[in-house]
């Protein structure tokens, strides 16, 4: 079985930040320019080697630069819009954890923890206004969780269909859900 396809950061980034200039038809003098304008110091040179990956990597005030000339999200250049697939890519949230797309771009927005966190410690430094989780939705989550951390490893190497393993998965955040619904 193959290993599923995991993407670095940097290299998304990159990635995107090529595609999106390239669709608005600029040249990268055309984007350092863009950048200069803002008061990012980035030349022609900077910007084929950030593309190229020379440059393995971004400020936080570089990122929000390139989101803002380019007019999308500062999200929209770390993960890719692809679809999210069980079997792959995986976004390399940390360098021992890959998450599907679809679960990165949530973290990232604020909107779900990611597997491993507390869901209650993520959504305790959310506005109130942003915490939109209710207690069956923090339970099927804390499920959710255990089973990754107790299980996931089996989906990583290839033990088990990825398939069954979000079957089993959605069985757990079920369970749980129907747990917390009937503590009420």
């Excluded at 595609?19 to 900077?46: H, N, P, T, Y």
């Amino acid at each position: 079985m193959t290993q599923p396809k995991v993407l670095e950061p940097h290299r998304v980034i990159a990635d995107r930040v090529r595609d999106l200039r390239k669709k608005r038809r600029w040249s990268a003098a055309q984007l350092a320019a863009e950048l200069q304008e803002v008061g990012l110091r980035w030349d022609r040179s900077i910007v084929a080697s950030f593309e190229l990956g020379r440059r393995a990597s971004v400020s936080v005030e570089e990122l929000l630069a390139l989101a803002y000339v380019l007019d999308v999200a500062p999200v929209h250049l770390l993960v890719p819009p692809d679809k999210a697939s069980d079997s792959g890519p995986f976004y390399l949230v940390i360098p021992s954890f890959g998450a599907r797309l679809d679960e990165a771009r949530d973290w990232i927005r604020g909107r779900e923890p990611i597997v491993g966190q507390d869901p209650r410690s993520f959504f305790a430094e959310a506005p109130e206004v942003e915490s939109k989780m209710t207690p069956a939705d923090v339970a099927a989550e804390s499920a959710r969780i255990q089973y990754h951390r107790k299980y996931g490893h089996q989906l990583r190497t290839g033990a088990i269909a990825a398939d069954d393993y979000w079957q089993a998965v959605t069985e757990v955040e079920q369970a749980a859900r129907a747990g917390a619904d009937g503590e009420r």
